[in-house]
C-alpha cells in the first residue's frame, strides 16, 4: 500500500456532478436579479462557498443587497438546487467513481469526503455511496473554505492519518491548493493545464486502479 493511507475525496466533479445543479440554480437567481450567468462563469464559483460565489456574482450584476436580502436569496437558490438534488439517482455517480471508491475500501484506505458543500451527506444518500465513506467532512463541518487546507486536515484527523499519508482527488484548483496547502499527495481530476500543481492529473476514473498510488 506503500506511503497512502486515506484518500479524501471532493464531491462536485469528482464522484458527482452536480454543477450542473449549481448552476441552474445560481443562473435563476442572476436572473431573478436582472442579469444573466453563462456557463464559462459558472467555472469561477467552483470549489468556493455559497456566500463567497453570492458575492462574485453581486459584483459582475453590479447588485447591493443588504444582510437581510443576502440571507434571503442564499437559502432561495439551495432550495432551489436541493429541489434538482431530490430528483437525482445511483446512476448518477460519475464513471469509473464508484468502483474506485470501492477499490479504495477493499484494499484497506480509508475514505473521506471533503466538500465544502452542505448537502453533502444528501447527495452521498442519493447516488447509494454514503456506505463507502469513513467520514464525511462537509460544509456544516468547516469554518474556513478552500484554498485553505482545513476540509482536509480535519479528514486526515478524521480517518487518523498524518497529512503525507493522505491523497486529495480535486476537480477544481481552489481544492489542490488546499491539498498542498495541507502537505498532501493531489490528483487533479479533470483538464491537466488547469489542473497542473497537482502531483498527477487524470481525466476521470475509467480504467484507473490503486497502481496510480505507486507515483506517490
Given at each position: ?63 447591493r443587497l443588504s444582510d437581510e436580502k443576502r440571507e434571503m436569496y442564499m437559502e432561495r437558490k439551495n432550495n432551489w438546487y436541493l429541489e434538482y438534488v431530490e430528483q437525482m439517482s ?100 479533470g483538464d491537466p493545464e488547469t489542473l497542473e500543481r497537482a502531483n498527477l492529473v487524470i481525466s476521470g476514473f475509467e480504467n484507473v486502479g490503486l497502481e496510480i498510488f505507486e507515483k506517490?
Open positions: 500500500m506503500g506511503n497512502i493511507k486515506s484518500c479524501l475525496f471532493d464531491l462536485d466533479g469528482v464522484i458527482v456532478d452536480t454543477a450542473k445543479y449549481h448552476y441552474k440554480a445560481w443562473k435563476r437567481l442572476c436572473n431573478e436579479l436582472g442579469f444573466d450567468l453563462t456557463i464559462d462563469e459558472n467555472e469561477n464559483l467552483k470549489g468556493i462557498s455559497r456566500a463567497e460565489s453570492l458575492d462574485i456574482l453581486l459584483k459582475k450584476g453590479n447588485v445511483p446512476g448518477e455517480a460519475l464513471p469509473g467513481s464508484l468502483d474506485f471508491l470501492k477499490a479504495c475500501k477493499d484494499a484497506g484506505y480509508k475514505v473521506a469526503l471533503g466538500s465544502s458543500s452542505k448537502n453533502a451527506l444528501r447527495i452521498l444518500e442519493k447516488i447509494d455511496v454514503l456506505h463507502l465513506f469513513d467520514a464525511v467532512i462537509d460544509g456544516t463541518k468547516v469554518s474556513k473554505g478552500k484554498p485553505d487546507p482545513q476540509t482536509f486536515t480535519l479528514g486526515a484527523e478524521a480517518t487518523k492519518a498524518h497529512p503525507s499519508e493522505c491523497v486529495v482527488f480535486e476537480d477544481s484548483i481552489a481544492g489542490i491548493e488546499a491539498g498542498i496547502a495541507g502537505g498532501m499527495y493531489t490528483v487533479g481530476v506517490f
